[in-house]
Structures are given as C-alpha cells and as structure tokens.
C-alpha cells in the first residue's frame, strides 16, 4: 500500500512511520508542516529507507494537497497532523481551530477529489483514517466506573477537544454525504519515547533530572487511561488495513492511574534509576509542586476497548510498570534529542538536514 500519513513527524506520527517502516513493506509519504512539535529526529532510524518520503507541508493548503494525492497515488490516508496540547489550546486557541478543523476541512476535500478520480474497485479498498481522541467525550465520574464506549455522547471542555470533536464530525459526515471510506479512532493518553516535553509524564521526567518543581494541577486526583504509544502504532496499523469503513473504535490501555501517582512512579524510578542527586533532595518526590487547577480540567477518562479487541483482536502488549520503566530510560539516554529540543538547536538541526 502507499499510506499517506499526516503529522508524521510527531509523537505518535513517528511511532506509526518507524512502524510501519520496519514491520510493513508499504511505501510512506510523511506530510507535516513542522510546527514546534513535529521534529524529523525522531524518524531518522528510517529516514533514509527507500519506502519513506518526507514533504512539508500545511494540511490548509488544499492545493499542495491534492498535488501530493496526485504524485503519491495513496491507497490510505493516516490523518494525525494536528496541535495536541490543551494548556495551548486554552491560552490561544486560533491555531487550534486552523489545523484541528479547517486542515481536517481541506485534507478530506482533497481526498475525496482523488478519491473520486480513482477506479470503482480502488474507490472501495481506499481508507481515510482520522486518529481522534477520547478528549471529546468529556469526562468521567471520579468515584465511578464508567468507561467511555464508541457510542458515548460527545460533550468536549476544552478549546483543543471542541476542535477534535468538531474534525471528527465532519469527518463522519464526509462519510455519510459523499460516501468516502472513512474510520475514526479514539484514543486514551498515550505516553512512551520522542514524547514533546510539555505534556505530563516527559516534562516530569526532564524537570526532576534538573532538579526543577514538578507541577501537579489541583489536587492530583485527576485519572488518565494510559497507552504505550508503540502499543498504540500497531493498532492503527490494523485499522487502517482492516476496519469496515465508515467504523468507530476506541482504544484505550485499561490503565487508569491518578496524575499524582504517574508523578510519584516516575520519581520513584528516577529515586532506583539516579540515585545520585545534586540538588540537595533525597527523593525527586520532594520536587512535587501543587499548582492551581487547568480550567475546565476533565475529571477522569477511561476507554472501554472492547470492540476493537473482538473485532479486529487487539490488546496492548505493554503494561504500564514496563512501559514507564522503559520511558524514563529512553529520555536518561537520550539526552541529545531532548537537549536539542530544549535549547532551540533543533531549528539549526533542521536546516542542516534540508542544505545536505
Ligand atoms: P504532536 O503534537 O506530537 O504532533 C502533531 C504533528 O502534527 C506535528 O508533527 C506537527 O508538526 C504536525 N502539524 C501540526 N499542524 C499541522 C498542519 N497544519 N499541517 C501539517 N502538519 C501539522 O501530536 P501527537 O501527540 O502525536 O498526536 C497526534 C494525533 O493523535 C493528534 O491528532 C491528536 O489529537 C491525536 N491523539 C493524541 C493523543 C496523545 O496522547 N498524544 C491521544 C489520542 C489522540
Ligand atoms: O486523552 C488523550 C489526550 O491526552 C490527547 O488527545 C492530547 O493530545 C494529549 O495531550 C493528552 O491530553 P492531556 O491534557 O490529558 O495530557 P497532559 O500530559 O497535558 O496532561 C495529563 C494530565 O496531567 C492532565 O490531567 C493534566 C495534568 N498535568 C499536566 C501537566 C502538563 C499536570 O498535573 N501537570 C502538568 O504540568
């Protein structure tokens, strides 16, 4: 297959293509616009594989857009390019409702304009993929043990999740206006390596090892259903390939942790993993911070993955003791990327990569 994959050059983007590229044989056409959090390091294990393309790229440029369908001749479309982080979204977020809705707006304009070009028999084996989250039902009682299913009403909070849960309707009436194959997942938090440091569990991490506060929004007690985004990668892969179109699946760890017990995990492993601290502490715990609350901070998430294991048998491999164990280890030794990203040299990076 030709899969065209957009944001590939983020978090969970690269881990699909480093996938997909070591595991498959397809052909990969990478289309990010290398925002400040799509990073080409994070691909340069399969950079140079034949069967990898890179083109930046806006998903709002429909015309550059539907040059790349033509040139690529996709069979699938992998949509993940977006902004992800919902502290931006919530202290600016235009750029949210540029890529989230528009992008997603035109990327499916351009798709069905190929689409439609395409031979009948071509037309029913082509997917559009849209990777959603499960931000965009809401939250979840604290106290209780309901878990969001596929048929959970959608009722978003913050500006970041109205602008997914937006995407995913007009993705879903793409579906049901002009026929175009279409499939949605929603995914719980994921967590693992090449993971940008504003989001919970790397800047935990990289905070301890500078001896930095480790802020902790309200009381902690906040629950998130946590993915290792490898586990993540290959369940994408086999709902791209297999999923009837015009499908929903949610896919989720079932692995509920309170924010301030990830914290305490990773201090406690950081405590095992670096003993020797220059900071004048005698456990990273001592780092702990509360602050005040995000607004409109959700409650709980948690996933009921049933259908996607009954139908198309998948089950996450890593649990989550294993998997944060293998996180802090990969960001102990791999000081450079993280270097790179924190001081900006990742631009020059970059630059240099496009001259050669
Ligand atoms: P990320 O922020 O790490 O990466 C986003 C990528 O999209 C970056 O490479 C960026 O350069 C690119 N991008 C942004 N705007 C673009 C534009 N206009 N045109 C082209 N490329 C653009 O995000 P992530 O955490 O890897 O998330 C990927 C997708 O998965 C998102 O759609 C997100 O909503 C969804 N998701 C994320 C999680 C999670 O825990 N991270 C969970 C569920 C779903
Ligand atoms: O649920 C899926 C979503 O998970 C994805 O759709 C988003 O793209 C992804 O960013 C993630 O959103 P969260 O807001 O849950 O992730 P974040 O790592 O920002 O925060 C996780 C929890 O930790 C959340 O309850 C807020 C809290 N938090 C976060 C940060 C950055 C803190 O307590 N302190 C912090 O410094």
Wanted: aromatic share 12%.
């Amino acid at each position: 297959m030709n899969i065209l994959i957009t944001g590939g050059a983020g978090f969970i983007g690269s881990a699909v293509i480093r996938y997909l590229i070591n595991e498959t044989k397809h052909n990969i056409l990478n289309v990010d616009k290398l925002t400040y959090a799509g990073n080409l390091e994070s691909l340069a294990a399969v950079a140079n594989n034949p069967r990898y393309h890179f083109c930046q790229a806006d998903i709002c440029d429909k015309n550059h857009l539907i040059q790349l369908f033509n040139n690529f001749q996709p069979d699938a479309v992998m949509h993940l390019a977006a902004e992800s982080h919902v502290d931006r979204s919530i202290s600016s977020s235009a750029e949210f409702i540029q890529t989230n809705i528009v992008g997603t707006f035109q990327l499916l304009e351009a798709s069905r304009h190929y689409w439609n070009s395409l031979s009948k028999e071509k037309q029913s084996l082509f997917r559009f993929h849209h990777i959603s989250t499960d931000e965009v039902y809401g939250d979840l009682n604290n106290s209780a043990t309901e878990l969001f299913t596929e048929v959970t009403p959608y009722a978003p909070s913050s500006p970041y999740s109205a602008s997914k849960a937006s995407s995913d309707h007009l993705v879903r009436a793409w579906y049901r206006t002009y026929g175009l194959p279409v499939i949605i997942t929603n995914c719980s938090n994921n967590y693992g390596p090449y993971h940008f440091p504003e989001k919970l569990i790397p800047l935990t991490i990289l905070n301890a090892m500078q001896g930095k506060k480790l802020p902790v929004y309200g009381n902690g007690e906040q629950i998130r259903d946590w993915l290792y985004v490898e586990d993540h990668a290959r369940a994408l892969y086999v709902v791209v390939t297999k999923a009837k179109a015009g499908e929903t699946y949610n896919i989720g760890g079932h692995n509920e942790q309170k924010n301030i017990d990830v914290v305490k995990d990773i201090c406690s492993l950081l405590d095992e993993l670096v003993p020797n601290k220059t900071f004048g502490i005698t456990s990273y715990k001592e780092l702990i911070t509360f602050i005040p609350d995000r607004p409109g901070h959700d409650v709980r998430y948690a996933i009921d993955a049933t259908k996607i294991k009954r139908d198309l048998n998948w089950v996450p491999q890593e649990s989550f003791q294993s998997g944060l164990r293998k996180t802090v280890l990969w960001y102990l030794n791999n000081q450079e990327w993280v270097n790179r990203i924190l001081t900006g040299e990742y631009q020059k990076w970059i630059q240099k990569q496009y001259q050669s």
